[in-house]
């Protein structure tokens, strides 16, 4: 589900300027930014239920010798997550992928995404909440990333 946030930025950067060269700590400034433009926005379009997560709740196929395994503990919505720089292979590239955190809830908003047999009007509302938020982020993700690449160029980020 993690989307690569640097690849507006490459393809932006190409065609300004063959020759700039970024070190993975300054392109991970960049598309830091832009993912945590993409993250505000993904909140918002990430469904949230009423249950209450205390304890944890019993969820997917839990049984009682992995009981703890199966444990929802919070809501998909605060579950999203990046590490600037980092791709979801937790590879130093300088890209940020934004997604959800741990394996669960990454296969929880595929299919709330994505959909299911036998969904009801609710779930249907839901559905592709990812790919609307990546279609509302792109000018906010693009103008947090270009104030951050001035700043990395040293350029005033106001001109």
């Known amino acids: ?13 190409d065609s300004v300027d063959k020759g700039i060269r970024l070190s993975p700590a300054d392109k991970a400034k960049i598309t830091g930014a832009g993912a945590e433009a993409f993250s505000k926005v993904l909140h918002d379009h ?11 709740r019993s969820a997917g196929h839990a049984n009682a010798k992995h009981h703890n395994r199966h444990r929802k503990t919070k809501h998909l919505q605060d579950s999203i997550t990046y590490k600037s720089g980092y791709t979801a292979d937790k590879l130093h590239t300088g890209d940020t992928d934004v997604g959800f955190e741990g394996k669960y809830y990454d296969f929880l908003a595929k299919i709330v995404n994505n959909g299911q047999h036998h969904m009801s009007e609710k779930r ?5 909440f990812y790919d609307k938020a990546q279609q509302e982020a792109k000018k906010s993700v693009k103008e947090a990333e270009l104030r951050a690449f001035k700043e990395v160029m040293n350029h005033d980020s106001d001109k």
């Open 124 to 128: 249907y509302a839901n559905m592709h």
């Open 1 to 13: 589900m993690a989307k690569d946030m640097g690849e507006f930025l490459e393809n932006w950067i």
């Open 46 to 56: 990430t469904p949230r239920s009423n249950e209450i997560y205390r304890r944890g």
